[in-house]
C-alpha cells in the first residue's frame, strides 16, 4: 500500500473511520461497509451519481475510466477536487457527499431487489391459485 492512502484516511480521520481494501490494481477506501472512493495511481476518486455529480462537473473534474475491449468505460467515480488535499473541512465535506451517494445507490438496489422478489413471489401465488 502506498503512503497515499494512510494520508487519505488521515485526512478523514475528523468525519469517520476509512478502510482501504486491493482492488483491480488499485484500492477501495470504505466507510460503514460501503465504497464511497477509490484509489488508483495514487489518485482519488469519489462516488458520484445524479445528486452530488453537477458539483464535479462545475470544476471540470472527470469520472475514472479504464479501457475494455478497445473502449473507453467510465465509473461513477470522479476525481477529486485538489482543494480537498488542502482543507480537512473540504475532504470531509466531499467525503461525505460521496458516501452519501454510495449509500443512496445501496439503497436503491436494495429496493429493487426487493421489488423483484415480491413480483417473484406474487407470480408464485398466481401460479397456486390456478391450480
Not at 84 to 100: N, R
Amino acid at each position: 500500500m502506498s503512503d497515499f492512502i494512510p494520508f487519505v484516511q488521515e485526512l478523514l480521520e475528523d468525519w469517520a473511520p476509512v478502510s482501504a481494501r486491493r482492488m483491480f490494481g488499485g484500492h477501495g477506501l470504505y466507510h460503514e461497509g460501503l465504497m464511497f472512493a477509490i484509489v488508483m495511481d495514487q489518485w482519488l476518486y469519489l462516488k458520484a451519481e445524479e445528486v452530488n455529480r453537477p458539483e464535479f462537473e462545475a470544476l471540470g473534474l472527470t469520472p475514472f475510466t479504464y479501457a475494455m475491449k478497445g473502449k473507453d468505460v467510465a465509473l461513477s467515480y470522479w476525481a477529486a477536487p485538489d482543494a480537498i488535499f488542502d482543507a480537512s473541512e473540504d475532504a470531509v465535506q466531499w467525503a461525505q457527499s460521496a458516501w452519501a451517494a454510495a449509500l443512496r445507490g445501496h439503497l436503491a438496489k436494495a429496493q429493487a431487489r426487493e421489488r423483484a422478489k415480491a413480483k417473484l413471489a406474487d407470480k408464485k401465488v398466481t401460479r397456486s391459485s390456478r391450480v
